[in-house]
């Protein structure tokens, strides 16, 4: 499990800050776009740092870093809840400040208060979602789609071709989408939905246009030098059909704050089979001759930092990939995926060859590696990075967390419990990190404050039923909180080493006291909650 850290980073050594909101998009000095994002010191006051618009697909409200580092298994502020939305265009365009602030406090900071919030009520219930997360979830799920969304026609550079014919959509990708993001083809399904879609291609387009006009307004001569000047995100949601929305939210009283829009369902692409090729992904036919084997020193624990030096990236065939919390897509029905390797490509079959050790690119020391969120350029010196955040899943099927979450909410509601969570994916590598459907499993992390102590429950998702019992972590020896950090990863590798089993002797070697809560078939959600409250006061 990689970790990610920036490398410009104002605060102090140990510092913990609070991603708190996102501000305004601007453009650089070299006409590269930027985003403004704020952290909330202890203190509680705000620091705002632009970094380029490719980390957009990391950002998510209530993210807590320390040493300029986020860590995917630190529990997020905010709850999981699951609302329904008749349409998600039913709404009002508020700004920042008018968001009560026992919700958000963006101490008097105009920059963030003038950003663009859409207002929901249903049920009695006030929603507040901020545009720039529902461009995130519904858009921006790597940083190629960031910047392709904030450029004229953007989607169709990364087109050579797309057609339909009868219930088959064909595309046909061209390098300047990375093929490390072709290979995933829930990428591409979700690159399909956009472009299928006429009410989500108008959404997309709406992002840039807006912004345009915005400037526009401004100075109708030179528009584009408005844009240094930063605008805040405005643009046309699409019509969906009703949909379920799964969020992590602050909630207080009858007033909700969504930080982060985990998951809607209901999506349908206008094809019943999609097939895509991408000139990078051939078929590969067997040769007689040595088989090259390039040893590196790259390790499990490598460390990514971002830089951020205002110059683009280098352009490589091939991209470092991270995995970052995903936003799951329900469909109501997947297409069948097919990609088509038009061209061939002649592998060596033979003995081995071993090379000589080597990485590529430029790296620092001591397993920390260099890369970029810029955009890729000729001339560019530093390796770019990408991201996958979606996963694709029927929604008959969920994700395996559901019934997890009412047991979150109930800890939360009947029982007073302070709960933070946060969702992530487990690493690949073995098999028990898919499902038998192809889906990737998640693991959910709860961390537990009571008067008393600080627990955490490890939660696997189970959409296929496997039998895993979930974990009661107790920090009795006081450890920091980067080493508990450093326990749970290390029990999340070895369960999927083990094949999906808590290996007793593994538990046993953890600096943090471990109980196992097995799960029962005749369990109700106020059963299973009642026995984590108890084993919480144990």
């Known amino acids: 499990m990689c970790a990610t850290k920036f490398r410009r980073w104002p605060f102090d050594k140990g510092e913990t800050v609070e991603l708190c909101w996102t501000g305004s998009l601007f453009t650089g000095v070299k006409g590269d776009w930027r985003i403004n994002v704020a952290f909330r010191r202890s203190d509680k006051s705000i620091a705002i740092i632009d970094h380029p618009v490719g980390v957009w697909p990391i950002l998510r409200l209530g993210q807590i870093y320390t040493d300029n580092a986020f860590e995917m298994t630190r529990p997020m502020a905010g709850i999981v809840e699951t ?63 960031a910047y392709l969304v904030l450029q004229p026609h953007g989607l169709e550079q990364i087109f050579e071709n797309v057609k339909q014919r009868d219930e088959t959509m064909y595309i046909d990708f061209n390098r300047r989408l990375p093929v490390t993001i072709a290979q995933n083809k829930d990428s591409a399904l979700h690159i399909a939905w956009i472009h299928g879609n006429g009410t989500i291609r108008n959404s997309w387009d709406s992002i840039y246009s807006y912004l345009f006009r915005a400037a526009t307004k401004k100075d109708n001569i030179d528009p584009k030098s408005i844009f240094r000047k930063g605008i805040a995100l405005k643009f046309e949601l699409p019509q969906l059909d009703p949909c379920e929305m799964m969020v992590r939210c602050i909630r207080k009283g009858n007033q909700v704050l969504v930080q982060e829009i985990m998951g809607i369902s209901n999506l349908k692409l206008p094809a019943e089979k999609l097939v895509y090729s991408h000139p990078i992904m051939k078929k590969q036919i067997a040769n007689d001759g040595p088989k090259k084997t390039r040893i590196t020193d790259q390790s499990e624990q490598e460390e990514f930092e971002i830089t951020d030096d205002n110059d683009f990236a280098k352009e490589n065939t091939y991209q470092d990939v991270l995995d970052v919390p995903p936003t799951f897509y329900g469909f109501v029905q997947k297409p069948e995926i097919i990609i088509d390797r038009k061209e061939r490509q002649k592998v060596n079959s033979g003995d081995g060859v071993i090379l000589p050790i080597g990485r590529g690119g430029k790296n620092q020391n001591d397993g920390v590696k260099e890369v970029s969120v810029e955009d890729t350029s000729i001339g560019g010196e530093v390796p770019p990075i990408e991201f996958e955040s979606l996963q694709a899943v029927l929604m008959s099927e969920g994700i395996g967390l559901e019934e997890f979450f009412k047991v979150i909410s109930k800890l939360i509601d009947d029982y007073g419990l302070n709960i933070k969570m946060s969702i992530f994916q487990l690493p690949l590598g073995k098999r028990y990190s898919v499902c038998d459907n192809g889906v990737r499993r998640t693991c959910a992390v709860a961390q537990v404050t009571t008067a008393v102590s600080k627990k955490y429950i490890l939660e696997m998702a189970r959409p296929d039923g496997w039998s895993i019992s979930t974990l009661i972590l107790t920090n009795e020896k006081k450890l920091t909180v980067r080493e508990i950090e450093k326990n749970i990863k290390y029990l999340l590798e070895e369960v999927v080493k083990k094949g999906g089993h808590w290996d007793q002797y593994i538990l046993n070697g953890c600096t943090l006291d471990i109980q196992k809560l097995k799960h029962y078939q005749n369990d109700s959600i106020a059963i299973w909650a009642e026995r984590i409250f108890n084993k919480m006061h144990e």
């Open 83 to 145: 609302i329904q939305v008749t349409d998600i265009r039913q709404g009002q365009l508020v700004f920042g400040f008018d968001v009560p602030s026992k919700l958000l406090y963006l101490d008097k900071q105009k920059e963030l208060g003038k950003q663009f919030v859409w207002k929901y009520e249903d049920n009695g219930l006030e929603y507040y979602v901020p545009m720039m997360e529902w461009a995130r979830c519904l858009f921006i799920k790597n940083r190629t789609l």
